[in-house]
């Protein structure tokens, strides 16, 4: 997992970097002061409550940078996310399907920073909520229908990269619904 990890973060970064050496039409400081993005990403999804098995993960984040800090600055904002999971088993010749729903509404945190690249963002953050996971299955021998909440914890890092003033591309990794998700963010200026 460690290897995969490494492998990830240096293409998404590597990735990231070439792209904004080829054309700098983003904002100068998309994540400077006063900015905000909501944002959208699926991923392979964390699992929690005994969940096993590869499952799909979404995630809606929103953050907006209030704060001057340093050269960057920080961002406060929240986010929900949700992951799915179904596993196949066989007892004694007979098979049986395991269902797994998580549901998190977090609250974040998150330092940005721009490398002075026009267009580019990187941050990295932590964040706190709750969490709601539900557990069926079809199985005589088990409990049918489960449920949990609890906090969720949550710890982060990623980067955008904005082609324009309002679009732009997003990776971000962590223990966050989702090892690492990909998609878009929207910039909202005020």
């Not at 792209?19 to 002061?33: F, H, I, M, Q, Y």
Request: with cysteine; glycine share 18%; charged share 10%.
């Amino acid at each position: 997992m460690k290897t995969t990890t490494a492998i990830l973060f240096y293409l998404i970064f590597s990735g990231i970097l070439s792209v904004s050496t080829l054309g700098a039409n983003g904002p100068k400081d998309p994540g400077g002061v006063g900015n905000g993005a909501i944002g959208f990403g699926i991923g392979p999804g964390l699992g929690f409550y005994g969940s096993t098995g590869v499952g799909p993960a979404f995630l809606v984040h929103y953050d907006q940078s209030l704060w001057q800090a340093g050269p960057g600055c920080l961002s406060l904002g929240g986010q929900i996310g949700t992951s799915f999971f179904s596993n196949s088993y066989d007892i004694s010749g007979t098979g049986y399907k395991a269902h797994w729903i998580n549901f998190g509404f977090i609250g974040r945190c998150a330092y940005h920073y721009g490398w002075k690249v026009p267009g580019l963002d990187t941050y990295g953050g932590f964040g706190a909520g709750s969490r709601i996971s539900l557990y069926s299955d079809n199985n005589d021998l088990t409990d049918k229908k489960g449920l949990e909440i609890g906090f969720q914890p949550t710890a982060f890092f990623g980067a955008t990269y904005y082609f324009n003033d309002v679009v732009g591309v997003n990776a971000e990794m962590g223990e966050n619904f989702a090892f690492f998700s990909f998609g878009l963010n929207f910039r909202i200026v005020r």
